[in-house]
């Protein structure tokens, strides 16, 4: 039989059985040598015989949102090897964007999303996975994964990591409260404004991370793990559980266990990853008062799973959607409130219709596993008819300024700012404007432009929680507004406006503001206009030429001329 021949043979058919995928690469006499490397790393026949599952997982040792998920994996493994599979364990890279918030390793934190998916295609694709198990935790992880495995459509569950429990300061101005890495942000103008000590400042350095798991607000990283959950790729409580303890090895037990059911049953990502899922997952996002990043993510995750999901959308769902949690940076609970209160469950009961319970889920429809849900803290997840605010937490604004869209998170604005009018201080990387800050050089009135911040421009699309902790650290919050083509941490407060498309180096209006300009923000309106004439817009248009791009070689130059804008997901073509 010829080679091409002997390949049609292999492709595996409808009725093919739970191992298709592997028993292509590994069964039959030509598959010899590839049987042989797998006992080369210890497999016997009989491992190789029951179906190879895939553990996925971004462990490393400078990440504590990751540094727990090798003992996690353990169990994850445990329940697939007591259910009748095989797990093979590898790994992907994952960026602390905590330590690359500020400088130019923050390039790199939106751009390793893509190469996160990539890299799980490559793994699982070349080496014949059946299902797969993916253990993550952080800001671009989550999305990559769960990109890849809208990507590659076999049955997959996810094991999340889970918050880390935050800080409990003992003195200084902080004692009596929670602390997580967001006040630590803006530690630096609060020591040099006098507000605080450098002994204190040191304290807060020391006892603010307390080890495993995400910064524990309502981040990124926690809005994402949040967001998978309410998608249902996850068992329930998986967001929400906290980081270490016997609750999350369970869930990752039983996590190992369901994978083998899911395979059996034949559940694969595009069953779960619906435009009903999309939407459930989106009102969920209201309720919480999430990052601004997961307009991102979810856009790129349903960009992999063939679903259109445009920030209209967005806003039209934040419009009919309370806001249910006061969670930081913008409240005062963290998750591990969440969690006590009733977690996941009981705010997806609490959005009642609102929600498509006919979603289906990795264990069942939505709605069966929320009989059990039960809200038990009304404190900190509210009830439809007292909600902390009566729409969600994010914003679309379009206009002069943002002809495609921009993106706020108008949760974490004071009302004072909601319409706003002020005189522009234009700079073209964040650094530059932070020193502006510092120097005094920003004050009541204005609104500050960081702008060559974009997916393309930066590269990279950085998070300017620098320059938005500086406004906050001095006070400034309710009379400076910012604007950005980049994005914002989850950890960002006050009056933030990003993901500003076009952006600067497309040839965006943001590329076109002079200092001095007059900007008006209308939240209520969904408005952001640079008020000048049309007739000035277009001779500065005329005049306008692009920067020389920042870099020009590696993985960001290609990335740069492959990325879309933030309005489509920043995602690859």
Not at 209 to 238: K, R, V
Request: proline fraction near 5%.
């Amino acid at each position: 039989m010829g080679s091409e021949l002997l390949e049609e043979a292999r492709v595996p058919t409808e009725s093919s059985n739970v191992r298709a995928r592997s028993s292509f690469v590994f069964d039959g006499v030509d598959r010899s040598v590839h049987r042989s490397l797998l006992k080369g790393v210890g497999l016997t026949d009989e491992d190789i015989a029951k179906p190879l599952i895939a553990v996925v997982n971004s462990w490393n040792e400078i990440v504590p949102g990751h540094i727990h998920l090798d003992r996690l994996a353990s169990h994850v493994k445990k329940g697939i090897r007591e259910a009748g599979g095989t797990p093979l364990e590898f790994n992907t890279i994952g960026v602390c964007d905590g330590i690359a918030m500020g400088h130019k390793g923050m390039k790199m934190s939106l751009p390793s999303r893509e190469l996160i998916a990539d890299s799980v295609e490559v793994m699982v694709e070349s080496h014949g996975f059946d299902a797969m198990v993916c253990l993550t935790t952080c800001d671009k992880i989550d999305p990559g994964m769960m990109m890849a495995a809208a990507r590659i459509d076999i049955p997959t569950i996810f094991v999340l990591g889970g918050p880390m429990e935050p800080g409990c300061p003992k003195w200084g101005k902080f004692e009596g409260k929670t602390i997580t890495v967001e006040e630590m942000f803006k530690v630096p103008a609060m020591v040099k404004s006098g507000e605080i000590s450098e002994e204190e400042a040191k304290y807060l350095e020391d006892i603010c991370c307390t080890g495993a798991g995400a910064c524990g607000g309502m981040f990124t990283a926690n809005s994402m793990q949040c967001l998978i959950e309410a998608i249902g790729m996850t068992l329930p409580h998986m967001a929400t559980t906290p980081s270490t303890g016997y609750e999350r090895t369970r869930l990752a037990y039983e996590s190992g266990k369901r994978i083998m059911g899911l395979l059996e049953e034949g559940v694969k990502p595009s069953d779960i990853l619906t435009k009903t899922a999309f939407r459930n997952a989106i009102a969920v996002d209201m309720a919480l008062g999430g990052s601004t990043n997961t307009v991102l993510h979810l856009t790129a995750i349903a960009h992999e799973a063939g679903i259109e999901l445009n920030l209209d959308l967005f806003d039209e769902i934040s419009k009919g959607t309370p806001h249910l949690c006061n969670m930081a940076p913008s409240g005062p609970n963290k998750i591990n409130d969440l969690h006590d209160a009733g977690g996941i469950p009981a705010v997806i009961k609490e959005l009642g219709e609102r929600i498509d319970g006919s979603a289906l889920t990795v264990m069942g429809s939505l709605s069966e596993r929320l009989v059990k849900a039960k809200t038990i803290d009304s404190s900190v997840i509210h009830s439809v008819a007292d909600p902390v605010h009566a729409e969600g937490g994010i914003a679309v604004l379009k206009g002069s300024l943002a002809p495609d869209a921009s993106v706020a998170k108008v949760v974490a604005m004071s009302p004072k700012m909601m319409e706003f009018e002020g005189t522009a201080k234009v700079y073209d990387r964040e650094e530059v404007a932070v020193e502006a800050i510092h120097r005094g050089e920003v004050g009541p009135g204005n609104v500050v432009v960081i702008r060559y911040e974009g997916p393309r421009g930066g590269p990279g699309m950085r998070e300017m929680l620098v320059a938005t902790s500086t406004i906050v650290g001095y006070g400034l919050e309710e009379s400076v507004a910012l604007l950005t083509d980049g994005r914002f941490s989850g950890a960002t407060a006050g009056p933030c406006i990003g993901h500003i498309s076009p952006e600067a180096s497309a040839g965006g209006p943001i590329g076109l503001i002079e200092d001095g300009d007059r900007i008006i923000i209308n939240v209520p309106e969904r408005r952001i206009d640079l008020d000048i004439s049309a007739e000035e817009l277009e001779a500065r248009r005329k005049a306008w030429k692009p920067l020389e791009p920042r870099v020009k070689k590696g993985y960001l130059a290609r990335y740069a001329s492959m990325v879309s804008s933030a309005d489509k997901g920043a995602i690859l073509g």
